[in-house]
């Protein structure tokens, strides 16, 4: 059975019909002794007949959506996790926690020997551009972009990793503020495309790249991280850059949904009459994380990550992307207990978003982040969370960070 209709062109066989039937039957016949039917059996029923779920029986028992039967299952289990990890003694924690988020995500760990190519480079006014191909893993590199400014002297510059679906054309499209005050601060900034992100990302969809990775026994979030520890490891390894002034800084360009009526669709439907937006949490998830393995990272700056995989799970509707999906991650931690981890290095997190892609309030996000927020309390001026995105500061918050 090929699938094939009377229509032109291969097409999925969701349905088989008389045509494909006739198809079947001689095969059926041939293996198993299927009598070939003289005719076709048609008896269409009414809604009512095959109604498996009337609405007074409904009425009666209540039934749960599958949402809230995932949200209690994650609850619990995320509970059960958390109270093992606070069982432990404080110097095992940040392993523990460590060792069980990777047999989650999968491969993450860098390629100390990655090889480095590097393609071009440009001087311009005040800064110097250097394009680099960095092979990750045999067989795939992933491009970056280091910006140095013209340094005076011959000491080490201080970097600022900057990560996001985008990748380093948006960045530079649209962070040009940000990145001009790094650079006229002595800060070097390295813009780069992870697999599956800007021009990694042509030709391939997020949904395709989250397929292959979870049949190859990986995930793409893992994947990805393993790429951005390998450019960690390759910058800490040149002699013009200092690896221990190192700033994790991701951000997100997508916009967000609005908090009143929201008219839910799928995001690969025909649009509605309400444009759905998809977050962009890939960015923040990967600077927490590689924050989280990679010790000499000072600082980590966020902008509209996502607040929680729980928040995923609290409506039928989300709309985060798939290849940022890890299965059972919640039996290990959530994104809070990542963050919390990082105390008391310096953490800002800005106009972060929940599973439906809205902005969250002060308050939200302080019920939200209070196990971090517990974490800080000795340095509390360390933890920084802002509702809304504030660009001038960002840079500066940076800046301030490698310049102690």
């Not at 395709?208 to 990805?224: F, I, K, N, P, V």
């Not at 209070?370 to 001026?381: E, I, L, M």
Request: hydrophobic share 40%.
């Amino acid at each position: 059975m090929d699938g094939f209709g009377p229509f032109p062109g291969p097409g999925e066989c969701t349905n088989v019909g008389v045509y494909l039937r006739k198809k079947i039957y001689p095969i059926l016949k041939q293996w198993l002794d299927v009598p070939i039917p003289p005719h076709e059996y048609h008896n269409v029923r009414s809604d009512s007949d095959l109604m498996c779920l009337t609405p007074e029986a409904a009425a009666e028992r209540r039934p749960k959506t599958t949402s809230e039967i995932a949200y209690r299952m994650a609850e619990e289990r995320l509970s059960a996790a958390r109270a093992k990890l606070a069982s432990l003694p404080a110097a095992e924690r940040l392993q523990s926690l460590r060792a069980s988020l990777k047999a989650k995500l999968g491969d993450i760990e860098p390629n100390t020997q990655a090889a480095a190519r590097i393609a071009w480079t440009k001087p311009l006014s005040g800064l110097a551009v250097e394009a680099v191909e960095l092979q990750t893993v045999p067989g795939l590199s992933v491009p970056l972009l280091l910006l140095k400014p013209k340094a005076s002297s011959s000491k080490r510059l201080p970097v600022v990793l900057a990560l996001a679906q985008g990748g380093k054309e948006r960045f530079l499209a649209e962070r040009n503020g940000e990145l001009a005050a790094l650079l006229k601060q002595g800060i070097a900034v390295c813009l780069t495309d992870v697999r599956g992100t800007g021009e990694t990302a042509r030709g391939s969809s997020a949904t395709s790249l989250a397929a292959t990775e979870l049949m190859l026994g990986d995930t793409a979030l893992g994947t990805r991280l393993k790429d951005a520890r390998t450019v960690l490891r390759y910058l800490s390894g040149r002699g013009d850059l200092d690896p221990k002034r190192v700033v994790l800084w991701s951000d997100s360009f997508a916009g967000v949904n609005p908090r009143g009526l929201l008219l839910d669709q799928s995001v690969d439907q025909q649009p509605g009459p309400q444009a759905i937006q998809q977050a962009q949490p890939l960015g923040s998830l990967l600077t927490l994380l590689a924050a989280l393995y990679e010790d000499d990272v000072r600082a980590v700056a966020v902008r509209r990550g996502l607040v929680s995989y729980l928040s995923v799970l609290k409506d039928r509707f989300c709309y985060v992307p798939q290849d940022v999906i890890v299965p059972g991650i919640l039996e290990s931690a959530d994104i809070v207990d990542v963050i919390a981890a990082l105390s008391p290095r310096a953490v800002l997190l800005e106009g972060f978003v929940d599973g439906r892609d809205r902005s969250l309030s002060t308050s939200e996000l302080e019920g939200e982040l209070r196990a971090a927020s517990s974490a800080y309390r000795g340095a509390p001026s360390q933890l920084v969370v802002r509702e809304q995105a504030a660009e001038p500061e960002l840079a500066a918050w940076m800046a301030g960070q490698v310049s102690r």
